[in-house]
């Protein structure tokens, strides 16, 4: 049963149209690799399932219910769009961590102010905290950053920060996590621990959204690949099938590139 | 000789204490109506954004001494009535407005660089997170800006400690003021020199204090 459905989401910015009639859907459990070339509406159409930007046409449905749709009248309390919300995550390509915090600060900040709204708060605070904290540095440690937990950004890598990232986006337990090319800002001898890390929540079964220009990460990680030319989806289909043997001649072209590079 | 010392000190003090005045004052009327400034020259609302745009350019493009002058006069001249009342009070706070506004303007085009200054992701972090708007900005966004406006506004508040002398020219007595009348009074000029040492003071505490500020916030970029 598909876990994320994706019908028509159409997008405009002024008069041109980024995203045009964009459907998919994903199980539970896979990972979706989106392909494409620079300007082709990528990170469009993340931004779009992380409420970060509103498409004008279309519904994004999670675990079967409607979580959002163009033609309903957008007017939401904050609460329902936070609620909605917490079922994507985000990973952005330039990591976005909180530089006033340290790694593990940065994991705990948005669990310990959810926690807020808990109603035994008030008479289980110490205990909270002390969970989300466990919870925080288990994280961390996941992502091999156990000695690195009170390190502020600036103190760490790009590979070590866009892991914290990774952290923190899994901290609130989303449904979905989406990844907006995760290594194109780190040096080449830093993306191995990055998509290592990724590849790692894959065999956990963690649903992902992944915008890639790694084709072979793409191929070997991902079990669905989206080419996406100009706002459409050209092809879609099985990752393996779409990268060794493309059916559309546009997905040639763009994968030649490559393939010869 | 030495009791002429000791009258000059104390006579340039009671004077420093309404260079203080204005300082103060300046600071506490300016910074949050520098902060609404800032935010309306932000706003999407056009007419809005213009207006506070136009008002900031005059404030910045013109002398504060005239805005002293402007600000003193200009509504006895119009209403035919002097609203700041007669006495050193009313000299008083016709300064503190004018420096209000003046510094108001210089502030808000601060403010704005340090609102501008946090990268849109830092707000969009937050947003995914499920983070509140109120809780964005008290737990994210508002220190990163404070760090960035930290330098640039001690270079203004360092000004304003210098600009109080302006204010002698509607008669405000501050520190200058008080320097300058012992020419006349007593014939001697070294009191006028010698309040650069009050300013020298003023200042040096206020840089320690500053410096203190950077640092406390240099634990993160
Ligand atoms: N806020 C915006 N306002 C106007 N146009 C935008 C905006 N954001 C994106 N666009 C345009 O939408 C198109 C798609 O952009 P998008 O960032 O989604 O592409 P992408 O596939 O992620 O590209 P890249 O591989 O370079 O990251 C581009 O033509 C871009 O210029
Ligand atoms: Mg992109």
């Keep these: ?261 | 000789m030495p009791e002429m010392f000791w009258s000059v000190n104390q006579s340039l003090l009671v004077a420093l204490v309404d260079t203080f005045k204005i300082f103060a004052c300046t600071l506490i009327f300016a910074i949050p109506l520098g902060l609404v400034l800032s935010f309306g020259s932000m706003s999407k609302i056009r007419p809005l954004k213009y207006t506070i745009d136009l008002i900031v350019w005059v404030f910045r493009g013109t002398p504060l001494m005239l805005q002293l002058f402007v600000v003193f006069y200009i509504p006895g001249i119009l209403l035919h009535n002097n609203i700041w009342g007669s006495g050193t009070d009313g000299r008083m706070l016709a300064t503190i407005v004018a420096f209000s506004l003046n510094y108001a303007c210089y502030f808000s085009v601060i403010f704005r660089g340090g609102i501008e200054g946090v990268p849109a992701g830092q707000r969009e972090a937050g947003e995914v997170l499920g983070m509140t708007k109120s809780q964005i900005f008290f737990k994210i966004t508002l220190l990163q800006m404070v760090k960035r406006v930290v330098p640039p506004m001690s270079n203004e508040i360092i000004t304003l400690v210098k600009d109080t002398s302006l204010a002698r020219v509607i008669g405000v007595v501050e520190l200058t003021h008080a320097g300058y009348a012992y020419i006349k009074a007593a014939g001697i000029i070294w009191p006028l020199f010698y309040t650069a040492v009050f300013y020298l003071l003023f200042v040096g505490i206020l840089t320690l204090l500053f410096n203190y500020i950077e640092r406390r916030l240099s634990y993160f970029r």
Excluded at chain 1, 52 to 77: K, Q, R, Y
């Design chain 1, 1 to 261: 049963m598909a876990i994320l459905e994706v019908k028509n989401i159409e997008k405009h910015f002024g008069s041109t149209k980024v995203l045009k009639d964009v459907s998919f859907s994903l199980d539970e459990g896979n990972t979706l690799a989106i392909i494409g070339s620079s300007g082709s509406g990528k990170t469009t159409l993340l931004r779009c399932l992380n409420f970060l930007e509103t498409p004008d046409h279309g519904t994004i449905s999670v675990h079967g219910s409607t979580i959002f749709d163009a033609a309903l009248p957008a007017s939401e309390n904050e609460k329902d769009l936070r609620r909605k919300r917490l079922h994507f995550g985000m990973v952005f390509q330039s990591f976005n961590l909180f530089p006033q915090y340290t790694a593990l600060e940065n994991v705990m900040l948005a669990e310990q102010l959810l926690a807020k709204e808990r109603p035994d708060f008030k008479q289980n605070k110490k205990q909270i905290y002390a969970e989300i904290e466990e919870h925080g540095k288990a994280l961390l440690t996941q992502m091999g950053l156990a000695d690195r937990m009170d390190h502020y950004p600036h103190q760490l890598s790009g590979g070590q920060q866009q892991r914290v990232a990774i952290a923190r986006a899994l901290a609130l337990q989303p449904d979905i996590l989406c990844f907006d090319e995760p290594t194109s800002a780190l040096d080449p001898e830093l993306t191995g621990e990055v998509l290592k890390v990724i590849r790692g929540l894959a065999e956990n079964k963690t649903t992902m959204v992944i915008v890639t220009h790694e084709m072979t990460f793409a191929r070997d990680v991902a079990d669905q690949i989206i080419f996406m030319d100009g706002g459409v989806v050209v092809e879609q289909g099985d990752a393996k099938q779409v990268i060794d043997n493309p059916q559309e001649e546009r997905t040639r072209q763009f994968l030649s590139r490559y393939t010869q590079g």
